[in-house]
């Protein structure tokens, strides 16, 4: 269990990242007064909406005639936000929403979408939720909104609680979250595409037992999110990728991608473009080759010049010519499908161009 400065780390990083956070714990721990301190902390607006006292039309708006049409508005505590540019949104109780409302929470968590009213995407969603068993007419979590949130469990220990009380929970634990890089989303994305090439079966793993499936469970949505998370994290701060990988997927198959990771140890993307023929061995095995070759095209992708596309040729040559040829093929047409405007095939990768000519990702030399 995280402790408070993991917590509040988790769940910043999962706010600069734009993915719902959820607080996880028994009634009276001081899920409310955190999100409050961290709004207050920041100087922004901080709405708390109570999912028990509300009606589905309270998030997905109340239809209302107008000349144009009807418009589904949206209620007062959306339209402050949208007014504010942003802030903290806290839906709390979550488990004690029936289920009509959380099907109605769907668009909020993930896209900021109230009624017809779109947030700014500088609002942070958080959501506080007590076990089922211990909530006041408790529900458990339905799948669909489960799955958009990254799941923290959160007890303050007793000298944080007493640390809350002696300031009067006016401050927060500091936050260990980083600012995220092209390279830093780039080691990520290769090391989960990495893993899902070797565990094709982790990509979508429904729970089979229902009460799991209102916790974190790996889905093609919830890696898109941990590949949007871990980047605002340290590299050593262990604590907090673990939270918010088994935050995201479940600690089952997150024990299991953590192992993958620590063991295949893989380059910056950078430093394998600048040294194609030495900072990788291209002989190790094929799930290794194609997530560091994911992540040279997934940083030449986010670069989005000219320049860093053409130079990402030069690991994949070296890939082919070491003996990974298939490997090198595959992530030739990915990268081909991230070509900038008016951006040619460098003459040394001429290799590939029967292929790419053949899936219509360029066209044939004259």
């Not at 198959?253 to 600048?274: I, Q």
């Not at 070296?318 to 008016?342: C, H, I, M, Q, Y």
Request: with cysteine; net charge negative.
């Amino acid at each position: 269990m995280p402790d408070l400065a993991t917590a509040v780390t988790v769940v910043d990083a999962c706010g600069r990242a734009g993915v719902p956070s959820l607080l996880i714990s028994g009634p009276g721990m001081g899920k409310s007064s955190l999100v409050r301190a961290l709004a207050a902390s920041e100087g922004v607006l901080c709405e708390t909406v109570l999912g028990s006292l509300r009606e589905p039309a309270d998030f997905a708006g109340l239809p209302v005639v107008r000349e144009s049409g009807v418009r589904l508005e949206a209620p007062d505590w959306a339209r402050r936000l949208h007014a504010e540019g942003g802030g903290y949104l806290f839906l709390d109780e979550l488990t004690t929403s029936p289920p009509a409302v959380q099907a109605a929470m769907l668009a909020v968590a993930l896209d900021l979408k109230v009624g017809d009213l779109q947030l700014p995407k500088e609002t942070r969603v958080i959501a506080g939720a007590n076990p089922p068993d211990c909530a006041a007419g408790g529900y458990e979590l339905e799948a669909p909104l489960a799955n958009r949130f990254c799941h923290i469990e959160f007890t303050p220990s007793v000298d944080e609680w007493l640390d809350g009380m002696a300031t009067g929970w006016a401050s927060t634990a500091y936050s260990r979250a980083v600012t995220s890089d092209e390279q830093r989303e780039a080691l990520v994305r290769s090391s989960i595409i990495g893993y899902i090439q070797r565990a094709p079966e982790a990509l979508d793993a429904f729970p089979k037992v229902g009460v799991q499936t209102g916790g974190a469970w790996p889905s093609r949505r919830t890696w898109s999110m941990l590949a949007k998370v871990l980047p605002h994290l340290r590299d050593d701060d262990n604590a907090a990728t673990n939270a918010v990988v088994f935050g995201l997927i479940g600690e089952g198959t997150g024990v299991e991608f953590l192992e993958w990771r620590r063991n295949a140890d893989l380059p910056d993307p950078v430093a394998v473009v600048e040294n194609p023929e030495t900072a990788f061995d291209w002989r190790s095995r094929p799930d290794l080759v194609w997530a560091v070759l994911s992540g040279v095209t997934a940083w030449a992708a986010s670069r989005g010049t000219v320049e860093a596309w053409r130079n990402a040729w030069g690991p994949l040559i070296a890939a082919a010519e070491a003996g990974a040829p298939d490997v090198a093929g595959a992530a030739a047409r990915t990268l081909a499908k991230a070509r900038p405007a008016k951006a040619s095939v460098p003459a040394s990768a001429r290799r590939f161009a029967p292929m790419l000519v053949a899936a219509g990702l360029v066209e044939a030399a004259a």
